[in-house]
Nanobody
Framework: QVELVESGGGLVEAGGSLTLSCTASIRTFSSYAMGWFRQAPGKEREFVAAISWSGGRLSYADSVKGRFTISRDNGKNTVYLEMNSLKPEDTAVYYC????????????????WGQGTQVTVSS
């Protein structure tokens, strides 16, 4: 059973920054690839970023490249999403996801999901 808990969401003005955290209750956290997704009102959930078990392989959606940074601390079972230069279109519920690392980043699918944290960017 994998439990993922996101935190760090909130309200921020356009151009501002937020850092999301996701803490996982996984004994073998370092065996998992981790990802961030988001879902805006009325839209489908979309991929944001992913990171391999070691942090050595990263993947980003084109819409966030250069603004968002994914990282992880295996000692703390935590993955982070640093978001800079936020735009109103970044407003969404952000979800953390986990999948056993099979060397493809992002993995073809994620089997475990958190409950999400709301990020709202005002213009």
């Amino acid at each position: 059973q994998v439990e993922l808990v996101e935190s760090g969401g909130g309200l921020v003005e356009a151009g501002g920054s937020l850092t999301l955290s996701c803490t996982a209750s996984i004994r073998t956290f370092s065996s998992y690839a981790m990802g961030w997704f988001r879902q805006a009102p009325g839209k489908e959930r979309e991929f944001v970023a992913a990171i391999s078990w070691s942090g050595g392989r990263l993947s980003y959606a084109d819409s966030v490249k250069g603004r968002f940074t994914i990282s992880r601390d295996n000692g703390k079972n935590t993955v982070y999403l640093e978001m800079n230069s936020l735009k109103p279109e970044d407003t969404a519920v952000y979800y953390c996801a986990a999948e056993l690392d099979i060397a493809t980043i992002p993995p073809p699918g994620f089997s475990s999901w958190g409950q999400g944290t709301q990020v709202t960017v005002s213009s």
